[in-house]
């Protein structure tokens, strides 16, 4: 069943069946003008984004209003606070963010459904690389090739395992 993690619990663990509704592509660009006194127009300073919106809906079925209260309870426990989100369609990337809409049920008959909208942060986080090697000479090359959508700091830890000194090592970043 396609759904989503959320603070390390899958919505399976619920029984929920999910549905997106919204899933930006980009976030809203944080636009800021100035008027600059002598120059027509304005002077923009667009290069941020803002937050990202993700819109999903959740449903589930129930055989009493008893078991209804019960799992709404449940539901609403599991998603309050900040946490890490991750989709099934997405494996290797997720998201840190949480719900600051209010969350109203749809009943109909022994079907409940809601809409919760999650504030994220601006981009998805991927996965962490790491690359064991072992080098014995001195041509010795790996490409690592970064997917994203926005520039990121990178991390590189090199260490030695061995006993002797390492000479004329060199690590090469290109755009």
Known sequence: MYG??????????????????????LPVRDKTSIKVSGKAGTANFDNNYNNRFITIELGFEFSSLQELQLRKREIAKWLSGYGKLQFDDEPDK???GRIY?????????????FQVVFE????????????NNVFNDNSHTIDITY??????EQVIKVKNI??????????????
């Not at 993690?5 to 592509?25: A, E, G, K």
């Not at 809409?101 to 459904?113: G, K, T, V, W």
């Not at 994220?120 to 690359?131: E, K, L, M, P």
């Not at 061995?162 to 755009?175: C, D, H, P, Q, T």
């Open 101 to 113: 809409n209010a969350i109203s049920f749809e009943q109909d008959y022994q079907l409940a459904s």
């Open 147 to 152: 997917n994203g959508t926005a520039e990121t």
């Open 120 to 131: 994220c942060d601006t981009f998805a986080y991927g996965s962490q690389v790491n690359i």
């Open 162 to 175: 061995g006993s002797n000194s390492i000479n004329g090592f060199k690590i090469k970043i290109e755009k």
């Open 4 to 25: 989503l993690i959320f603070n390390n619990i899958h919505s399976d663990t619920y029984n929920l069946i999910m549905r997106s509704v919204d899933r930006q592509l």
């Open 94 to 96: 997720y998201y840190t």
